[in-house]
């Protein structure tokens, strides 16, 4: 079978139309699930899957499919895809760049009147960010069993709305149930969002494992006094507390080699500059390919936290926000990713990936893999996100010579 050929032109210009929408007055890009601007980017995606031909369907989560019908309805379908929701002050390519690459392997398929074996899904999961509502990869954590429909329609978010009620207020609160597509394998294609494909002068990552993944939220509860006038000694300082574990977490995952931690949100109270901090919330993000790694990384976290308590007189909670275990991928999918590379002449190497993906969930119901393409610099979640119209035309084709390999 002749090798199909993706309409670069196409993928690059939706990308860039997809891009435009949610960006503020200010030129920040921002697109948080079940907001008007995600609404605007669903209507849009919608629209060019009509364009194709494919039927859509919503189903109770907001989940988005296209469906290329195949020459067995019966069959599981090929499904791939990613998300279209961002943080705050996005980039342009983190998860469209996988629903709109699957978009051009189907309208690939449709050009040369191909019908393929099964039907070809393209899917854009709901809430994968998480930072409206909670946990992230949501959508496609009710998809794969993980979560209660029920229970993620009642998510309340940051901004205390609920996730049920938004979905509804924006059109995008489907009747289909969450699962009823169960396919044969999944497919994901994302910019890297770290440096070490470009770092290595390579062009295609075959992501064979995906980290596991712990989120906590700590508060620490002190005594609040006068900056001045309480001696050192005699203070309850929750404001120390965090400082340290803070420290402490950095100085153990660089002694490890693999693991990853991360306070990236701290709230201070009553947060002024001559008042002793009464209380401090912060989460922690823990990050490793193992497991037993992650669990242990955990445990230090409590023993630091005992020592803090100890030492400054301070009150400390934990709250598990999220735990995924690590994931590794199908064998075979990630061999045709590799081979589908290397007979197109382009550069592959086998990954982890750092970051938590909707394949993530996938894999608990189905073969799952990932491709990669660089990101200059690392970059990602960040308007300087950037991978070349090369590199995006050509993880496109890999994807492309891959799902030709199931048709």
């Known amino acids: 079978m002749q090798r199909l050929a993706i309409d670069g032109t196409t993928l690059l210009a939706q990308l860039g139309q997809l891009g435009a929408i949610g960006i503020d007055a200010m030129g920040a890009r921002t697109r948080l699930a079940a907001s008007e601007s995600d609404k605007h980017g669903r209507d849009q995606l919608v629209a060019w899957m009509h364009d194709i031909g494919l039927e859509v369907r919503i189903d109770a989560i907001g989940n988005i499919y296209g469906i290329l019908p195949g020459r067995d309805r019966t069959a599981a379908p090929l499904?791939?895809?990613?998300?279209?929701?961002?943080?705050?002050?996005?980039?342009?390519?983190?998860?469209?760049?996988?629903?709109?690459?699957?978009?051009?392997?189907?309208?690939?398929?449709?050009?040369?009147?191909?019908?393929?074996?099964?039907?070809?899904?393209?899917?854009?999961?709901?809430?994968?960010?998480?930072?409206?509502?909670?946990?992230?990869?949501?959508?496609s954590l009710v998809v794969a069993g993980g979560m209660p429909v029920a229970d993620a329609l009642d998510v309340i978010g940051t901004d205390g709305t609920r996730l049920g009620d938004e979905l509804a207020r924006i059109g995008?609160?489907?009747?289909m149930q969450p699962g009823s597509i169960?396919?044969?394998?999944?497919?994901?294609?994302?910019?890297?969002?770290?440096?070490?494909?470009?770092?290595?002068?390579?062009?295609?990552?075959?992501?064979a494992h995906l980290q596991g993944i712990s989120w906590q939220q700590l508060t620490i509860t002190g005594q609040a006094n006068h900056a001045g006038t309480t001696p050192m000694t005699m203070r309850h300082d929750a404001g120390v507390a965090a400082a340290g574990i803070t420290v402490a977490l950095?100085?153990?995952?660089?002694?490890?080699?693999?693991t990853r931690a991360t306070v990236g949100s701290m709230q201070v109270s009553p947060n002024a500059i001559n008042v002793i901090p009464q209380q401090v919330v912060m989460t922690v993000d823990i990050r490793d390919p193992d497991d037993a790694r992650v669990d242990a990384a955990e445990a230090h976290l409590r023993e630091v936290m005992d020592a803090m308590c100890a030492t400054h007189g301070v009150d400390i909670t934990a709250e598990r926000l999220v735990?995924?275990?690590?994931?590794?991928?199908?064998?075979?999918?990630?061999?045709?990713?590799?081979?589908?590379?290397?007979?197109?002449?382009?550069?592959c190497m086998p990954m982890i990936s750092g970051a938590g993906h909707d394949a993530?969930?996938?894999?608990?119901?189905?073969?799952?893999?990932m491709?990669?393409?660089?990101?200059?610099?690392?970059?990602?979640h960040n308007p300087a996100e950037y991978t070349s119209d090369a590199q995006l035309i050509a993880g496109a084709q890999v994807l492309c010579d891959v799902v030709q390999t199931f048709i």
């Open 79 to 139: 499904m791939l895809g990613s998300h279209i929701d961002t943080v705050i002050n996005a980039g342009m390519y983190d998860g469209c760049y996988g629903v709109l690459a699957g978009l051009a392997v189907q309208r690939a398929l449709c050009q040369t009147g191909i019908v393929p074996a099964c039907d070809v899904v393209v899917v854009a999961f709901t809430n994968e960010e998480g930072v409206r509502y909670q946990p992230d990869m949501l959508g």
């Open 172 to 175: 995008y609160a489907g009747d």
């Open 182 to 207: 169960v396919p044969s394998a999944y497919i994901e294609l994302h910019v890297e969002q770290g440096p070490m494909l470009e770092h290595a002068d390579v062009l295609i990552g075959a992501v």
């Open 250 to 258: 950095h100085q153990y995952a660089l002694a490890s080699g693999t």
């Open 323 to 347: 735990r995924f275990p690590a994931v590794t991928f199908d064998a075979d999918l990630v061999a045709r990713i590799t081979q589908a590379a290397t007979q197109r002449g382009l550069s």
């Open 360 to 369: 993530q969930m996938m894999a608990r119901i189905a073969p799952t893999a």
């Open 371 to 380: 491709i990669f393409v660089p990101s200059r610099g690392g970059i990602s």
